[in-house]
């Protein structure tokens, strides 16, 4: 993918330019499209605003009582004060009835995703290429993009088992009762003359449209308070180290790391970035032998076609394929890929540049001593690889970058984070 295209993809993908979308926000410009056909801000008139169901959204997303076991909610897994992802370097969060369950999937941040393309299979770019290249499946939520809508998402731990572990809707329902917020959420959502909580469906519909506007709220999902934004607004600027680092971020031959992680240059016409195109990719992300899962060699999470998604598992060309979360707060975060698998960036990077030029260092041993490659996924699916730079290696078998380079494509990555503290000269100058 070009310089130009890789730009215009981004310029796309965060501003709404593109079909397949719902009403994105770009920077905090625009208000998203909220809620479902039936449950909505203002449905009823002048209610319920969108003040009421985000603040009952953050309160029901901080509420451990929603949860069989008393003991986890939503901010359990994905922590404000990480970006809402999580504190720790679990490779899965623990839940469940006893919070002795752990799934096989990664907890990603829920920040930057209050503009995702919505899921299809056939992604066309409607600038550059005049709409006729296909970018293959793009968009959707979670790590295989099996829902596309806030409260969709939202309602998704409060049924597994491995999380909040209610049985059912009913379940909810009861412990929605019980909250100390019960009486303000049914002031707020019932319609007029009626009770809510005579309406199971309309108390399910409203609990996660209020959550989603929650995650819509732009001070605690998109800021936009990065060094990196202070930067592009000319409010700052990057060190030595961090200039090489980007550079490498977005050089083909080199990171390629924008190919996927959608980058912008210093223009007054572009918006600020959401670090994701928002595609799938596979990358052959080694085995994690620490998810109790991986015990059944059989076993297989292969993203886009199963086992959590299943209406395209019989698309072999998707296996391995796992969506391209943003890079947004990744400094934060203390494991990486939809298994967890590593825990700093630098093992991330090394893995990119030197998976397919020494992959004894990345992946398991067969009772022979031989190197399984691409331990994770059946021997099948590994042409679906992505084997672009940088996994591709330079001449002479050398890998596209160096450990001096790695560090500086690391200390970019840290301007990525949000809480960055404006120099008062710079705020001054904008006066």
């Known amino acids: 993918m070009t310089g130009n295209k890789v730009l215009a993809k981004s310029l796309l993908a965060a501003c709404g330019l593109i079909a397949f979308t719902y009403s994105l926000a770009c920077s905090n410009e625009e208000v998203p499209v909220i809620g479902s056909e039936l449950y909505f801000p ?20 901080m509420d451990k009582s929603l949860s069989v076991s008393g003991q986890m909610s939503c901010a359990s897994c994905h922590s404000p004060d990480h970006a809402f992802g ?19 999937r990664n907890t990603p941040s829920l920040r930057y995703l209050h503009s995702p393309i919505q899921f299809t299979e056939h992604f066309y770019e409607a600038e550059v290429t005049g709409g006729k290249d296909d970018e293959g499946p793009t968009g959707g939520r979670t790590w295989d993009g099996r829902v596309n809508s806030g409260h969709e998402q939202a309602l998704m731990p409060l049924l597994d088992r491995n999380e909040m572990a209610n049985a059912d809707a009913a379940e909810i329902i009861t412990r929605l009762r019980k909250a100390s917020y019960a009486d303000e959420f049914r002031q707020a959502v019932s319609a007029p003359g009626e009770n809510v909580f005579d309406n199971p469906d309309a108390v399910i519909g409203w609990l996660t449209v209020a959550i989603e ?53 210093k ?13 799938f990719v596979a990358l052959g992300v080694p085995r994690n032998a620490a998810l109790p899962v991986n015990a059944d060699p059989k076993f ?23 969506r391209t979360p943003s890079l947004r707060n990744v400094a934060l975060r203390k494991s990486f890929f939809h298994n967890g698998k590593f825990h700093t960036l ?31 996924m059946p021997k099948e699916y590994v042409k679906n690889l992505n084997t672009d730079p940088p996994f591709a290696p330079l001449p002479g078998n050398r890998p596209r970058l160096n450990a001096a380079e790695i560090d500086d494509i690391i200390a970019f990555l840290g301007t990525l984070s949000d809480g960055y503290a404006v120099p008062a000269a710079a705020k001054q100058a904008l006066r």
């Not at 999580?86 to 096989?104: E, T």
């Not at 700052?236 to 996927?260: Q, V």
């Not at 970035?273 to 928002?278: E, Q, R, T």
């Open 86 to 104: 999580p504190s720790n370097a679990l490779p899965v969060q623990l839940g469940g009835p006893a919070m002795d369950r752990m799934g096989f």
């Open 42 to 61: 203002m449905a009823y008139g002048d209610a319920p605003t969108v003040n009421q169901l985000a603040t009952l959204g953050r309160k029901m997303f």
């Open 267 to 279: 223009n007054p016409a572009s918006h600020l970035p959401i670090f994701s195109d928002f595609g």
């Open 346 to 376: 630098k093992e991330v990077l090394e893995f990119y540049v030197s998976r397919d030029i020494t992959p004894q260092k990345w992946y398991s041993r067969s009772a022979d001593g031989k190197v399984v490659k691409y331990d994770d």
């Open 300 to 322: 297989f999470d292969l993203g886009l076609c199963g086992p959590l998604r299943t209406d395209l598992k019989d698309k072999p060309e998707y296996c391995g394929s796992f």
């Open 213 to 265: 506007t929650f995650e819509q709220s732009p001070a605690d999902f998109h800021p936009f308070t990065s060094k990196f934004d202070a930067y592009l607004r000319d409010q700052t600027d990057l060190t030595a180290k961090e200039k090489r680092g980007l550079a490498l971020f977005n050089d083909e031959k080199k990171g390629n790391c924008a190919s996927c992680h959608t980058s912008s240059h």
